[in-house]
C-alpha cells in the first residue's frame, strides 16, 4: 500500500507539472503572439515615410448639434505631426505640434505665441475635441504598451494592452481591435486605471491608397458624456518628402 501510495502521488505530481508546463507554453506562446501582432499593427500604422492630408472635423453633442471644421495635418514618421486648422474663423490658424511624445507644442494666434504643453496636462481635451493631447501624440502603441492578451475572430484580432513599466500614460488599459487581413487598426477602448470605459474609438473607409493600407473616417467618443467627434480625411498624400525641419516652432506659427 505505501509502495502504491508513492507511485499514485508522483503519477499526480507529473499530472500537474505537465499542466503547469502546458499553461506557461500556452501563455508564453500567447504573448509571443501578441507582441508580433502588436509589431505588425504599428508598422503598417507608421508604414508611409510621410503623409499630408486635410480632414473635416465635426464635434457632436450627445443631443446632436454640431461644429464642423477643417485642419490640415503634417506627419512625418512616427514621431512628427503639424496640425493647422483652417476654418472656421474663431480657430483659424490654430496649431498643435508634436517632435517627440515628450515635446508637444500649441499655437494660438490670438496670443501670438506658442506654448509648450505641459506632462501634467495631456489628458487635457484638445480644441473642445474628444482626443486628449496624449491621444493626440500617440505614436507607436508597441513603445508605451505591451500586450497582455490577444484573441482572434474570423476576420479580426483583439488585443489587450497593458502599459509598459515607467510609460507615462494615463490610461489602464486599452482594448484594440484590427483586421486580420492587413493589420488596421478598427477599434481601440480606452479604460482608466480603475477599470472604467472611457472612450471608444472606431475606424472606417478603409482601402490602400498609393500602397498603403489607411483608415479614412474615424470617430472617438466619450462613453460619459456622449460627445463625438468625427474626423472625414481627404486629399491624402503619402511620401511627399517632407523635411524634418518643416517640425518647427516657427513653421506652426505660419497660416496656411
Known sequence: MPGRSKGVTMK????HLFLLLFIFLAGNALAQSGRVILARIDSVLNAPKDMVATENMTLIDKDGSQK???IKIYQKG??????RFLSPADVRGVGFLRLTKDRLYLYLPAFRRVRRIASSVKNENFMGTDFTYEDMSQG???KDYAAK????TAKQYILKLVPRPGADVSYGKLVLTADKSNNVVRKVEYYSPAGTLQKILKIDGVKKIDGYWFGTRMEMQTVKS????????SKIQFDRGLKAGFFSERNLKRAE
Open 140 to 142: 507607436e502603441y508597441g
Open 226 to 233: 456622449g460627445h463625438r467627434t468625427r474626423l472625414e480625411m
Open 12 to 15: 499526480t505530481f507529473k499530472r
Open 149 to 152: 492578451s490577444v484573441r482572434a
Open 68 to 70: 464642423v471644421r477643417k
Open 78 to 83: 512616427s514621431e512628427k505631426r503639424l496640425v
